[in-house]
């Protein structure tokens, strides 16, 4: 178990392997644990932080101004700690949203991106509405497990929503998320800009994965994201929801292997 200090803050993340690094940045309101699969992958390091109120790291201290400039900043401190110069960015949805600030503010730092279920837009009007009442009723409700039973119907495709082991995890997850956390990330989310530039101006290897059943982010944001990034390769992950990571590691790692391996990334 590793922690680096941030401004007094605990950063949790956890490190295997050897290599090229992959920086996994996990969805809302999940851990890093969503990719232990993914640790099946050899020949890279892998890096799980939990971002800054989920998992075992401490939430910001001063949610007034929430932004995934805040999370990215936290991940470049974290490569910088461990010295690592590059690397490749794996996002999941709320982690994609993380690694399109990374792209925006050090491009230097990313040699490729893999983006599953995520989507470049920012929030409409009717998504911004909504947010602001899960935080209306996080709050008042003082604990996570109304929106545990929430989500999980929505996360899960149509194959895993009896898998009582996938539930047991993705539920573990979401309980280990603090209130400050969940509320400092519903915030960023609702204010994010726009990425699409950012996408059109990275030129570098991209693999865009998208669950075929994911009622949460549909494939066609995956086909626009893959049209605007000019070196993209896009791969739907048949029978999956919003968690193919989890919910078929083995066809998601497929995808990732020969990825890193077409663009000869591991070096
Ligand atoms: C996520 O899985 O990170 C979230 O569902 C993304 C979102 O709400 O936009």
Known sequence: ?????????????????AGKTVLWIHGFPLTGEMWKWQLDLPGVLHLLPDLAGFGQSDAFPDPAEPS???????LLALLDELEIGSAILAGCSMGGYVAFDILRSAPERVDAVILANTRETEDSPSSRNARAETIRATEEAGDVSDLANDMIPKLLGPGSQSDQSMIE???????????????FALGAMARRPDSSDVLRSFSKPALILAGEHDQLIPRED?????????????????????LPAIEEPALFNDAISEFISDHDLSN
């Open 68 to 74: 995934m400039a805040r999370y990215g900043s936290d």
């Open 1 to 17: 178990m590793s922690f680096i200090t941030i401004d007094q803050r605990k950063l949790h993340y956890f490190q295997q392997g």
């Open 169 to 183: 995890l993705v539920s573990g997850m979401i309980q280990a998320s603090s209130i400050a956390g969940v509320v």
């Open 222 to 242: 995956a086909e626009r994201m893959a049209h605007l990034l000019p070196q993209a390769k896009l791969t739907v992950i048949p029978g999956t929801g919003h």
